[in-house]
């Protein structure tokens, strides 16, 4: 092996360490017998799991988490698929201008983006009486917000370099509009389209910042409840929370990449 | 089946004509084959059949039923694209069910249709396969099975066989050609490959910068070119410009005075031209009509001397480039017939090149910028 080869790969495995270091960390932890966190633990337990279902703010964060994750990726999905589809075949002005605006969510600080938004809604709802501040339909609109790039530039992407004549024959064979969309487009994007449906329910699954703005009273979601626990206490139940994270975002992962190979998609 | 009409047929975009009043009636089971250079209109034209394309104005009828503001998927049209277009993510079958569920037929109809069209490609046994396991061949009877199985008013085929390669060509060709006899199919199809095009057609329309330059039988398009450009598309052709002195003598750029059958009306350029003597007049010789031989010959109408100056053994003929004594050089395609009398010729070796009059054609020397991009 030549010098640079044994350079490059000393780099990638240092590279893959600092990435994997933390999660190695926490799930080590996680299995510490003692009730504050010390090196080297005196031994190994795995009653932190157990203690998390006692933590009704855990289990509830859970499930508004899982909630507001799966609106958040439909609504994600019923805008950024047509919006995309615009994008990528429509020639017109401001084309590129809407491309980025569509992007913008990724580069606005989330705390900015969940005061500005807590402010819009405040102001709504003053105007219409529509109960959207500290709502569960005004949180999913936000986490909506966050979605669509992810939405958008992997749908985008599975468009690049699609053949519409298939469309064409489609239509030729006596396909409506809607029809070729259905029986004909979307499968042929499905991979990117399910990509983007995992990244917009993991994006919203893991905010927290802009919820923190946005989150009514007496309602919390995971990060928040992890948030909230941090504040009083530091024991291994955390790591444990954050083990249990790390492994539905993973399975999801695994099992749409079982379906679609998401290495082709991104 | 029907007939399709084109009544003066116009697309423009912005300041460009793609297509200029094109009108054509194709009889119902006739085969039309649109050919032309690329960029010439004929693939416009086919699309504006299918409905992809709208038109600037003029009229489209697919057996008598006036289909020009329709959208493409109410037309009834049987298109085989270039590419084939199959759907990737649906099997040989599936592709070929998909017209047939889309006008709403029972189940059990449109398998057993699918099952017939299947066999009448040839491909019984390979329903189940997706496009990719399918070869290039086969994958072209797919898509040609699926235009046919939805019983269209017109079988509209855009360059059906260049992705084939050479020898599987022909055999598509033949096949398709037997199909649209067999069904009595109207069929329009675009190429720009003229061997394609002469070998399949019943009539040819031959297109240039969005218009029809001439329409007839392959026969009529060979023999009595209405001008230059059919001339040097359909078929090879040399050309030598110069002018008329007087009906039936021609005298070549180069000097050289030559004689054609002036009274002919093959040469349609002819009678036009010999009314003004002087214009500007190019002399198409065919290269397969000239004959090369020595000095001794007997006389016919047109003799020059030349030298051999190229040659390339091409199989069934030999092609020779010949520099006359004018300086202007002729293509001769001598026939390699393999008799005793044969002789070849050595590069540098003195001929002369013959022929009798009736072989020259005498056209308006209009130049068409595509015939170089040939």
């Not at chain 2, 089946?1 to 003066?8: D, K, P, T, V």
Request: aromatic share 8%; net charge neutral.
């Amino acid at each position: 092996m030549t010098a640079g080869r044994l350079a490059l790969r000393v780099a990638a495995g240092l590279a893959l360490g600092f990435i994997l270091l933390p999660l190695v960390l926490v799930s080590w932890l996680s299995f510490f017998r003692d009730d504050v966190v010390v090196f080297p633990p005196s031994g190994y337990t795995v009653r932190w799991f157990r203690a998390i279902l006692d933590q009704r703010n855990f289990v509830d964060g859970f499930v508004t988490s899982l909630e507001v994750g799966a609106f958040a990726m439909l609504a994600g999905l019923a805008l950024g698929v047509p919006a995309s589809l615009c994008l990528a075949r429509y020639r017109f002005r401001g084309r590129e201008g809407l491309g980025l605006l569509l992007l913008t969510p990724l580069v606005v600080p989330g705390v900015v983006a969940g005061t500005a938004i807590y402010v819009f809604q405040v102001e709504t709802e003053i105007l219409t009486r529509l109960p959207l501040v500290a709502s569960l339909p005004g949180l999913v609109l936000a986490h909506v917000v966050i979605t669509i790039p992810w939405t958008v530039r992997l749908v985008t992407a599975s468009l690049m370099g699609f053949d519409r004549t298939v469309e064409e024959a489609a239509q030729n064979l006596g396909a409506g509009p809607w029809t070729t969309f259905r029986r004909v487009t979307l499968p042929l994007i499905r991979p990117g389209v399910v990509a983007a449906a995992l990244f917009g329910f993991v994006i919203s699954f893991g905010n927290l910042e802009m919820t923190l703005f946005l989150i009514g009273p007496g309602r919390t979601t995971l990060p928040i409840a992890i948030l909230q626990y941090l504040e009083w206490r530091i024991d291994p139940v955390i790591a444990a929370v954050s083990l249990l994270q790390i492994l539905v975002i993973g399975a999801a992962m695994v099992a749409t990449d079982r379906y679609v190979k998401l290495a082709r998609v991104l | 089946m029907a007939r399709i009409e084109l009544e003066a047929v116009s697309k423009r975009y912005g300041d460009f004509h793609a297509v200029r009043n094109f009108s054509l009636t194709i009889e119902q089971g006739e085969l039309v084959v649109l050919l032309g250079p690329s960029g010439c209109g004929k693939t416009t034209t086919l699309r504006m059949i299918a409905g992809f394309v709208p038109v600037t104005s003029g009229r489209i009828r697919l057996g008598g039923r006036d289909v020009t503001g329709l959208p493409p998927h109410r037309r009834n049209t049987g298109l085989v694209f270039q590419g084939y277009a199959l759907f990737p993510h649906l099997t040989a079958a599936e592709n070929i069910a998909f017209g047939l569920e889309m006008r709403g037929l029972p189940e059990a109809v449109v398998r057993e249709k699918v099952a017939s069209a299947l066999r009448l490609v040839r491909l019984d046994d390979l329903g189940d396969r997706l496009p990719r396991q399918l070869s290039g061949g086969q994958q072209q009877r797919v898509a040609l099975a699926r235009a046919l199985v939805i019983e269209p008013d017109a079988l509209l085929l855009d360059e059906p066989l260049s992705n084939l390669d050479a020898k599987l060509r022909e055999e598509v060709r033949v096949e398709i050609r037997q199909l649209q006899r067999a069904l009595g199919l109207t069929t329009v199809m675009v190429t720009h490959d003229q061997d394609e095009a002469l070998a399949m057609a019943d009539r040819l329309v031959v297109m240039s910068a969005g218009a029809i330059q001439q329409i007839g039988t392959q026969r009529e398009l060979y023999e009595h070119p209405s001008n230059r450009f059919v001339a040097g598309f359909v078929g090879r052709t040399n050309f030598l410009s110069g002018q008329l002195v007087e009906p039936g003598v021609f005298r070549s750029d180069g000097g050289l005075t030559l004689r054609y059958d002036g009274r002919s009306a093959a040469s349609s350029g002819g009678a036009a031209a010999a009314r003004s003597s002087g214009a500007r007049r190019a002399l198409a010789l065919r290269p397969e009509r000239l004959v090369l031989g020595g000095s001794a010959d007997r006389a016919p109408a047109n003799r020059v001397a030349g030298t051999v100056e190229f040659a390339s053994y091409l199989g069934a003929t030999i092609e020779y480039y010949v520099r006359l004594s004018s300086g202007e050089t002729l293509r001769v395609h001598a026939p390699n017939t393999g008799a005793a009398g044969d002789r070849a010729w050595a590069l540098g070796e003195a001929v002369h090149v013959s022929w009798p009059a009736e072989v020259g054609l005498v056209l308006e020397d209009e130049h068409h910028p595509e015939e170089d991009q040939r």
